[in-house]
């Protein structure tokens, strides 16, 4: 199992172009997520979804657009890219368990640059 | 937003010395979780702690929630260099158990 994979690695956009970011995952996951990480702020959750068809906005959701078309796919959108979207955006799932049992499983990341 | 603190946001010790990171926030979680990051990669889920005054053991990482649930900490003895890495503190909540993320605390572990 190859677990939860991003394509691409990295981007390097300039200020209007727009692009999406794939996150696939094999484990039959219901529940995926986006967050992005910036120097010194930890991960800041951007969408997330609880099922096919499903979407909802997290903490910092202006910019992005989502779609979950597929149990198993997750896509991010930058429709005008912006440079406050230069980052290292993370893909994660996981199975609605107990809150003891709860985990998410992480991509590598794509580390996204905007000039 | 619940906001968790890390202190400290960084720390360099020589290998075999041991450090305690702390997780701190005004409100009550019913859990909190550990993870950690290594450079180019993802987090990586190191436990959950869900009951007050819980402690938990992995290798030489010692957990532990506070008796009101409202901080925890992360004990390493004997810290080696594969231990170096970003620790991230984080509080599942919501019909996804979507996670808020502390800031983190980046660790270096000298040979």
């Known amino acids: 199992n190859a677990g939860v994979t991003q394509t691409p690695k990295f981007r390097v956009l300039k200020t209007g172009q727009s692009m999406t970011l794939l996150c696939a995952q094999d484990?039959?996951?219901?529940?995926m997520y986006w967050y992005r990480q910036d120097p010194g702020m930890g991960l800041r959750l951007i969408h997330y979804s609880v099922g096919e068809g499903t979407t909802a906005k997290g903490e910092v959701p202006d910019g992005y657009n989502v779609s979950r078309l597929k149990k198993q796919n997750f896509l991010l959108g930058l429709e005008s890219a912006a440079p406050s979207q230069t980052s290292v955006y993370f893909c994660?799932?996981?199975?609605?368990?107990?809150?003891?049992?709860?985990?998410?499983?992480f991509g590598p990341g794509t580390r996204l640059t905007v000039l | 937003t619940q906001l968790l603190e890390q202190s400290p946001q960084f720390l360099s010790i020589q290998e075999g010395e041991n450090l305690t990171v702390y997780c701190n926030s005004s409100?009550?979680?019913?859990?909190l979780q550990w993870y950690r990051q290594e450079p180019g990669e993802g987090p990586v889920l190191l436990v959950t702690?869900?009951?007050?005054?819980e402690v938990k053991k992995l290798k030489r990482l010692t957990f532990q929630f506070g008796d009101a649930r409202k901080d925890s900490s992360l004990h390493i003895t004997a810290a080696q260099p594969g231990d170096t890495g970003l620790y991230l503190c984080?509080?599942?909540?919501?019909?996804?158990?979507?996670?808020?993320f502390g800031s983190g605390t980046q660790l270096t572990v000298l040979p």
């Open positions: 484990m039959n996951h219901e529940y």
């Open positions: 984080a509080r599942p909540s919501g019909s996804a158990r979507q996670l808020t």
């Open positions: 994660a799932s996981s199975k609605p368990r107990g809150i003891e049992y709860n985990e998410q499983f």
């Open positions: 409100s009550v979680f019913s859990s």
């Open positions: 702690v869900v009951t007050g005054g």
